[in-house]
T-cell receptor, first 112, second 109 residues
């Protein structure tokens, strides 16, 4: 079974703090994704990475950056957290084109 | 028009009912289609995915795709309270997935 883990289930941060969300997958997948999920808005793609040190912007990259130094690990960084970044953050990985994405358990982030 | 449209519900049914969840899509480039189940405060869990038009069955779940009318359906037979969750449909092309906003289903004992 594909295993995608995220470093925290719940986080509370202050406005202006730098926030790191980490994701690790154990299936040697090349493609990894960060989404946020909000009521009424569904899943929205923030960034994705198709290889180590490679990244592409998704639909809502503003206010976020990412890092992929190792194949199994994909980090999402909020440079200066704001209250409108309060959300559920979901990481996913994707193997071959014939597969689909596998999600982690999510991190619920509250920015005060 | 959104690429994937899904009735948000909520949908409430008695235990044992047959549930039909439906989505439409507009992107003809979608190569595969999927359904995820998401329990409250958890990540989406892959339920079924398929490449072709027609039916795919897995236990009590049947996914149906009609590419000619751009329609995706999920049928749940003999629904159980443990099926209570949000169901997300989606379509994919290479590595890019597009999701509906989800349908909240409650199965009452």
């Amino acid at each position: 079974d594909v295993k995608v883990t995220q470093s925290s289930r719940y986080l509370v941060k202050r406005t202006g703090e730098k926030v790191f969300l980490e994701c690790v997958q154990d299936m040697d997948h090349e493609n990894m994704f960060w989404y946020r999920q909000d009521p009424g808005l569904g899943l929205r793609l923030i960034y994705f990475s198709y290889d180590v040190k490679m990244k592409e912007k998704g639909d809502i990259p503003e206010g976020y950056s990412v890092s992929r130094e190792k194949k199994e690990r994909f980090s999402l960084i909020l440079e200066s957290a704001s209250t409108n970044q309060t959300s559920m953050y979901l990481c996913a990985s994707h193997g071959s084109p014939t597969e689909t994405q596998y999600f982690g358990p999510g991190t619920r982030l509250l920015v005060l | 028009q959104k690429e994937v449209e899904q009735d948000p519900g909520p949908l409430s049914v008695p235990e044992g009912a047959i549930v039909s969840l439906n989505c439409t899509y507009s992107n003809s480039a979608f190569q595969y289609f999927m359904w995820y189940r998401q329990y409250s405060r958890k990540g989406p869990e892959l339920l079924m995915y398929t490449y072709s038009s027609g039916n795919k069955e897995d236990g009590r779940f049947t996914a149906q795709v009609d590419k000619s009318s751009k329609y995706i359906s999920l049928f749940i037979r003999d629904s159980q309270p443990s099926d209570s969750a949000t169901y997300l449909c989606g379509g994919g092309s290479n590595y890019k997935l597009t999701f509906g906003k989800g349908t909240l289903l409650t199965v009452n004992p």
